[in-house]
């Protein structure tokens, strides 16, 4: 049966570029559309009418929301391949706990980082380094948060290195002297093709993140 | 095929809860519909016990499983777990596009209405009034998809399988979100904006492995009448 999927997307979106590397994992061929989030299409409207956000994956014309549950159901569906969780149940809870983990606590810990200044945003750098600490005590010595294959876990935490970069240079702090067993590890994960296909440019993840500041009016 | 006796299966499991913790009652009534036999741990959360604090380092809260020595922790990740240890009684779908819609509907439901009206029992004014918005509007919804999947013969969102994932997230709803709306001083729970949800309720209370894990609403209300006040730093009013 011929497949047809359909990814609403926009570039500089951690979530966004999830999916892009499951994807790119199961060897999918997709088409991609961009989103103008300013001006969302009808087809995002329909297919996100709850939360009217990206990503939303179309398989064969029914759409799935929000990019953990997408991830989980491209594993299911395309199971025969690359696995993106694991299979025993204990080693999959941990999986969860930890893309939860990340989903939630980076990602406010991160609009913290460059929506404040002064003390708020060095107790912010603080407190996002704890969290990468807690993630590389987890890493341990595996090569992957999957152990020895990449996974569910990875594929959470490579896009919030790639804006990672862009905040290290914005607020003045160095994940490399502070974490590198996680820099070696986003290494890594780079010399994958499904991953270092997915993510952005990072002088062009800068400008958009430029861009952004302004429309926040932030300095 | 799953195996006979769930009583024979290896490994024990234990379950530290709080008794009035809605995240613990779910959990419970995932073993329960599973036939599940396990160990119940009350915990003192003022004088947290080291077991708890070993098994749930980070976030040092109930409901914590542990089997086979293992801690599995946060109430949505321990169903899914329970759900893929013991294949009996199948609490998600089968189907992956099922399961992706009901992970959706459970996502929603804690992101919309669960934290919200946390949110709302501790707080008040304009805060308050903000997050009994979200609910209402929440609460259009789930309405809506109530009217979408429910009639006389489906009375679960579980579907023909009777009582499924959805329920069991959304299934707090039914005791414990009458004692928020007291102890909170406000109101979400409208039958005749809600009809198909207050069926749903009803039913939802009815359930035979249900119906015994719903204690008296007094005590609730006591006790969140607590928290509240020592949240907003209130004096008891005797």
């Known amino acids: ?219 | 095929m799953a195996s006979g006796s769930v009583a024979n299966q290896e490994g024990k499991v234990m379950l530290l809860g709080f008794w009035c913790s809605p995240f613990v009652k779910r959990v419970e009534w995932a073993l329960k519909f599973k036939g599940v036999e396990y160990d119940y741990v009350e915990e003192d959360l003022t004088n947290k016990s080291t077991l708890l604090l070993t098994s749930n380092p980070i976030h040092k809260k109930v409901p914590v499983l542990i089997h086979n020595g293992n801690p599995i922790v946060e109430s949505l990740v321990i169903i899914e777990y329970i759900d893929e240890t013991w294949k009996q009684n199948p609490i998600l779908p089968q189907d992956p596009y099922e399961r992706a819609m009901a992970r959706f509907w459970a996502n929603f439901i804690e992101q919309k209405v669960t934290e919200p009206a946390r949110d709302a029992l501790l707080s008040q004014g304009e805060q308050q009034e903000k997050k009994v918005k979200e609910i209402k509007e929440a609460m259009e919804v789930v309405e809506g998809e109530a009217k979408a999947k429910l009639n006389d013969k489906t009375i679960f969102f579980g579907g023909e399988n009777g009582v499924g994932y959805v329920d069991i997230v959304l299934g707090w709803t039914c005791n414990w979100m009458e004692t928020v709306e007291e102890v909170g001083g406000f109101k979400v729970l409208d039958p005749e904006s809600q009809p198909q949800f207050h069926k749903w309720m009803a039913n939802f209370r009815e359930v035979p492995f249900i119906k015994p894990t719903l204690g008296p609403k007094e005590k609730l209300v006591e006790y969140f009448r607590m928290v509240r006040q020592a949240c907003l730093g209130l004096v008891a009013n005797k």
């Open chain 1, 1 to 219: 049966m011929a497949e047809e999927i359909i990814l609403l997307d926009f570039w500089p979106s951690m979530f966004g570029m999830k999916v892009r590397i499951a994807l790119a994992e199961k060897g999918l061929k997709y088409e991609r559309k961009e989103e103008d989030l300013l001006n969302k299409s009808p087809l995002l409207l329909e297919m996100n009418p709850i939360h009217k956000k990206v990503p939303v994956l179309i398989h064969n014309g029914k759409p799935i929301c929000e990019s953990q549950i997408i991830v989980q159901y491209i594993d299911e569906v395309w199971k025969d391949k690359s696995p993106l969780l694991p299979s025993d149940p204990y080693e999959r809870a941990k999986a969860r706990f930890w893309a939860d983990y990340i989903d939630k606590k980076l990602h406010l810990l991160g609009g913290k980082l460059w929506r404040t200044k002064g003390e708020e945003q060095e107790a912010s750098k603080k407190e996002y380094l704890e969290c990468l600490k807690l993630l590389e005590e987890e890493l341990g010595d595996k090569p992957y948060f999957g152990g020895e294959n990449f996974g569910f876990v990875d594929l959470t935490l490579m896009p919030y290195f790639s804006w990672l970069h862009v905040f290290e240079i914005a607020t003045n702090f160095s994940v490399e002297v502070e974490r590198p067993k996680l820099i070696t590890w986003s290494k890594r994960c780079m010399e994958r093709d499904s991953v270092s296909t997915s993510l952005p440019d990072h002088q062009k993840l800068y400008d958009f993140f430029l861009q952004l500041k302004k429309w926040h009016g932030i300095e």
